[in-house]
């Protein structure tokens, strides 16, 4: 039993000094540039800004002009009375088909003939 405990404490005390081998740290070293830096940042006072500073860069604000409303046209009937009097402009369909007759002849697409001596592979 004595022989259990002495592996045990062993196993343990290894374990204990294995994790503490392989622990590393490093050592804090202190950066004399970014101290510099920070104590600048910490020791730098914004001036104020003033009502005046801002005069020369903000326009004042007008307000847009109120829209105008659209005057109705006063004489719209004697527009829609002469809308109705025009007479309607129509083309004959005689003259349709002649047109398109005439046009027939040159519209229509011609295939040359292949030579029917040569053979394609």
Do not use: C
């Not at 740290?25 to 020791?43: F, G, T």
């Amino acid at each position: 039993m004595l022989s259990q405990i002495s592996k045990s404490s062993i196993r343990t005390l290894s374990f204990q000094n294995v994790a503490i081998r392989s622990f590393s740290s490093s050592m804090a070293r202190r950066n004399l540039l970014q101290d510099l830096y920070i104590n600048e940042l910490k020791a730098y006072k914004p001036t104020p800004l003033s009502a005046a500073d801002a005069e020369g860069n903000v326009k004042p604000f007008t307000l847009p002009a109120a829209p105008k409303v659209p005057s109705p046209e006063l004489d719209l009937s004697t527009d829609l009375d002469a809308f109705k009097a025009q007479a309607v402009e129509t083309e004959s369909a005689t003259h349709e088909v002649s047109a398109s007759s005439e046009n027939a002849a040159d519209d229509w697409f011609v295939l040359e003939e292949l030579p029917s001596g040569l053979h394609h592979h």
